[in-house]
């Protein structure tokens, strides 16, 4: 691997992609525009029903204060309860039932929980014993904010690897490069580094523009984020690359980088929590980079989780690039 | 003059389609080879195969007595018939950029002088006119301070004016003592910068040589031009009976009349009492050459 040819490739990328100012443009204004969307969107009165969770609802026992309307239940497991209590904490959840034991916990700073103790106690619920979490609202845009980012990456990762690379085959680029010394490595390497620092300055750009405009909840490290956005928008761009080994036409690449992207953009809990999903769909969302990123994006953000917690969503992602890296460069083909 | 390439029994297939067939040539040092040929003939696929850009089914290409390795990358200069630059970028860019990927490069300002490329340094190559980029795509194809360089079919499309600019550059080139190996569908262009020229059809050579040298060859003839009209078209019926021409053909304007004795034609003409107002006489060209060994008019 000659530096010079690696370099020179990788200036003559980073240009191309900055002085597109219109590309460069709606790289930085789609995310935003998707983020503040869905911040207006959920912001409001519009959310009148309360939410309560419930653990072991067995149908005999019921108290009266099932019977009140506009108020939500929620099977919650044994298992969950942990989850359902930080919902609590976060006000996803304004209460949380525990029938065997005769417990229910609130949010102090929470209006929706107060009001729901008031009714619990005045419905077959006054013997209940009251366990106080304290945290702040997660709002949904919070919530978003992490995947709407993996999102981004996504679509500036598959599109501007894939496609471009796709463009140069078609129209001779590729070609012309191959009639000189430079190598295949040297100049995929180019396009990995150049799109992997343009879409890191560009989702540091969001993520301060969105923080500065409508603020969000960061409880973790920066450092920790840094590297799982570092590592999936990696895992991603090796994924564009299997798409530009060897596609020849536009169109083709733009269908399968489609039948890529879509999935991921649904499945990998960026929109809604896939908890609700059935368990086959979880576990494949699953294969998805996307689905790392997300999921280990909002525990840093929202929980401020450790390395140690994400761990095992560092390592898928690393495996699958790994994985993508190969058959992108394998596949490679010049013309 | 030594040889710079040598190619022995070159084939290349395409499923059913015979590509380039069994071609053998040598290409001297200093030369400008021209292959000529019609769409299909093989030239770009034997081209390319020149340029290492295609690896041939059989057969043999050996630069300087040594088999093609990614050294030869090093000495060839190479204007493909159709290459697009990367976007947004300006042609000095263009030119960095090309010139950063070789080891050994030539002087980049003389190259800018040498293609006229100074007017348009700072423009989008995106933004350049077909004469502008070709010389561009030259100036590329020089970077390396090649010692051999492969032009595709280089002037396609330009206007004569643009044209006649880049024969200029090449024999500029020709001057520093360069290889040129050039295709071309333009006879004139060959006849104009070629000191040998191969004519392909059906993936073989059909005839080799230099451009007079086949001339005269294959012609010891004229040709005389008079222009149609049904009064002509009558009277040289029955002229042809009495042997006029070797070979009358009529175009849509004009009959040409094929002769090795133009006094004694122009005198049956006369005898005949047609009009010689608008009679012209030509020698035989490359056109006429292609036409008679392929049976096809080189640009259809």
């Not at chain 1, 969770?53 to 929620?74: A, C, K, L, N």
């Not at chain 1, 140690?308 to 596949?331: E, K, T």
């Not at chain 2, 073989?204 to 005389?224: Q, T, Y």
């Amino acid at each position: 691997m000659r530096w010079k040819r690696f370099l020179s490739v990788l200036k003559a990328r980073d240009r191309e992609f900055v002085r597109d100012r219109s590309a460069l443009a709606w790289n930085i204004i789609f995310p935003l525009l998707i983020i503040f969307g869905f911040a207006y969107a959920f912001t409001g009165d519009q959310l009148d029903q309360y939410k309560v969770g419930v653990i072991h609802q067995p149908e005999e026992d019921r108290i009266s204060f099932y019977s009140t309307e506009y108020i939500h239940f929620i099977d919650i497991s044994e298992l969950e309860k942990t989850v359902a209590i930080n919902k609590v904490k976060r006000h996803q959840l304004d209460m949380l039932l525990d029938m065997n034991k005769k417990r229910f916990w609130i949010n102090d700073s929470s209006p929706a929980g107060y009001m729901l103790e008031k009714v619990l106690a005045g419905s077959g619920g006054e013997n209940y014993q009251k366990q106080r979490v304290q945290g702040e609202q997660v709002r949904y845009v919070d919530w978003l904010i992490p995947g709407v980012l993996g999102m981004n990456m996504m679509f500036s990762a598959l599109f501007g690897v894939g496609y471009v690379v796709v463009r140069y085959r078609k129209n001779g680029v590729l070609k012309r490069l191959k009639a000189t010394p430079l190598s295949a490595l040297e100049f995929l390497s180019a396009q990995v580094v150049s799109r992997l620092w343009l879409i890191m300055a560009i989702t540091s750009a969001v993520f301060i523009g969105c923080y500065l405009l409508i603020g969000f909840s960061m409880v973790g490290s920066y450092l920790n984020l840094f590297l799982v956005y570092t590592l999936g928008a990696f895992s991603m761009i090796c994924m564009g690359l299997i798409v530009a080994a060897r596609v020849k036409s536009e169109e083709m690449a733009g269908g399968l980088l489609n039948m890529m992207s879509w999935p991921m953009m649904f499945l990998s809990g960026v929109w809604f929590s896939l908890e609700g999903l059935h368990p086959w769909v979880q576990k494949l969302a699953l294969i998805f980079p996307l689905t790392h990123i997300t999921q280990a994006a909002r525990v840093i953000m929202l929980d401020g989780a450790g390395l140690l917690a994400i761990l095992p969503n560092l390592a898928a992602l690393l495996i699958m690039s790994i994985i993508f890296l190969l058959l992108g460069v394998l596949l490679f083909r010049w013309e | 003059m030594s040889s710079i390439l040598q190619v022995k029994q070159l084939y290349k297939h395409f499923d059913r389609l015979k590509a380039v067939n069994g071609v053998s040539f040598e290409v001297d040092e200093g030369m400008c080879l021209g292959l000529l040929g019609p769409n299909g003939a093989g030239k770009t696929t034997t081209v390319e195969m020149l340029e290492a850009i295609k690896a041939p089914d059989r057969g043999s290409i050996q630069y300087r007595g040594m088999p093609l390795s990614e050294e030869f990358k090093n000495k060839a200069g190479i204007m493909f018939q159709s290459t697009a630059l990367q976007d947004f970028i300006t042609v000095r860019e263009s030119l960095e950029l090309f010139q950063r990927l070789y080891p050994k490069v030539s002087d980049l300002e003389q190259i800018i002088e040498d293609c006229a490329l100074g007017d348009f340094l700072d423009q989008d190559t995106a933004k350049l006119s077909g004469g502008q980029r070709q010389r561009v795509l030259l100036a590329i194809a020089l970077v390396n301070d090649p010692d051999i360089i492969f032009l595709d079919e280089p002037t396609t499309g330009l206007d004569p004016q643009a044209r006649h600019n880049f024969w200029r550059l090449i024999h500029k080139i020709k001057q520093k003592n360069k290889t040129i190996v050039l295709t071309t569908h333009y006879m004139d262009e060959a006849y104009e910068l070629c000191d040998k020229i191969i004519i392909m059809d059906h993936g073989e050579i059909i005839a080799e040589g230099s451009p007079r040298d086949l001339l005269s060859k294959h012609f010891n003839d004229v040709v005389i031009k008079l222009q149609r009209s049904d009064e002509l078209d009558l009277k040289l019926v029955s002229l042809e009976g009495r042997g006029i021409s070797e070979g009358i053909t009529r175009h849509e304007s004009w009959i040409e009349m094929q002769t090795s004795d133009v006094n004694q034609t122009v005198k049956q003409l006369l005898a005949a009492e047609i009009s010689l107002s608008s009679l012209q006489i030509r020698e035989r060209t490359l056109d006429d050459l292609f036409l008679e060994l392929t049976g096809k008019d080189l640009r259809a």
